[in-house]
């Protein structure tokens, strides 16, 4: 968890100041940033496998639930990337804004599908303490977030003010 808080900082603080003057991230804050997301993808998965802080469910209906969720995140995920090319995704090519497909539902369709992702996986190994991580995943994107539409409003401007008013950041 430490490495995923460690690096998801050191990410911030370099995509801030490198999306404030250039518009894109580099190399370097990009793999930050994967960084930060696979330390909390295994923070998660060791909580849930451990059964850190137990839900009191059953077996069957977490495992349900979960799987509900998770694949549902999944397919979220899944569906946003393929809009999506690697190099955009990561803020490296940004000449288009994308409103169609998942976009119309969410602005931000791969942070949320990777949330239930995780919250499913909690469910699964009924752990409290994996749905907490997947929590705090949430609230550690929201800065990253706000970052990313400073930028996108600089960018795009009108077009992307009226895709915010039409569209909800998460939920």
Not at 7 to 29: C, F, H, K, N
Not at 81 to 106: K, S
């Amino acid at each position: 968890m430490l490495l995923y808080l460690g690096a998801g900082t050191i990410a911030y603080a370099r995509a801030r100041r490198e999306l404030m003057t250039q518009a894109s991230v580099s190399w370097p804050t990009f793999w930050a940033m994967c960084i930060a997301f696979v330390g909390c993808g295994a923070a998660t998965l060791i909580a849930a496998y451990m059964g850190d802080w137990p839900l009191s469910i059953s077996r069957g209906m977490a495992v349900a639930l979960g799987a509900i969720v998770a694949l549902f995140g999944l397919g979220l995920h899944v569906a946003a990337r393929a809009q999506f090319t690697f190099r955009r995704a990561w803020g490296l090519d940004v000449d288009r804004l994308v409103t169609t497909g998942v976009y119309r539902w969410t602005r931000n369709p791969q942070l949320l599908g990777w949330f239930c992702i995780y919250a499913g996986v909690g469910f699964i190994g009924r752990s409290g303490e994996a749905i907490l991580l997947a929590v705090i995943f949430v609230l550690g994107c929201i800065p990253w977030i706000k970052l990313e539409e400073r930028v996108l409003q600089r960018q795009f401007g009108e077009a992307f003010r009226e895709y915010c008013r039409k569209t909800p950041r998460l939920l």
